[in-house]
Nanobody, 116 residues
């Protein structure tokens, strides 16, 4: 069973930074591609960033390219999202999941709010 728990969200001013963490307390996901997703109020959940099982390949939505960095530590069963130069449009609940996502793996997410 995979149990994903996101943390690290908060309130930050535009231009600020946050680092999100996604810890898996269940079976290892070290051989699985992972992704970060987000859902803003009134909008559908969207893909933000993805990383291969080894961490050697990363890819991003155009809206965050150059500002966000996804990484992982397989020894700690954890995936990270470093978010820099945050914009009010980045305000959302952020989730991690496998890539492609599985419906039974969605956690509670972590709220990120960027003030202008």
């Amino acid at each position: 069973q995979v149990q994903l728990v996101e943390s690290g969200g908060g309130l930050v001013q535009a231009g600020g930074s946050l680092r999100l963490s996604c810890a898996n307390s269940g079976r290892t996901i070290s051989s699985t591609a992972m992704g970060w997703f987000r859902q803003a109020p009134g909008k559908e959940r969207e893909f933000v960033a993805g990383i291969s099982w080894s961490g050697g390949i990363t890819y991003y939505a155009d809206s965050v390219k150059g500002r966000f960095t996804i990484s992982r530590n397989n020894a700690k069963n954890t995936v990270y999202l470093q978010m820099n130069s945050l914009e009010p449009e980045d305000t959302a609940v952020y989730y991690c999941n496998t890539k492609p996502a599985r419906n039974d793996y969605w956690g509670q997410g972590t709220q990120v709010t960027v003030s202008s």
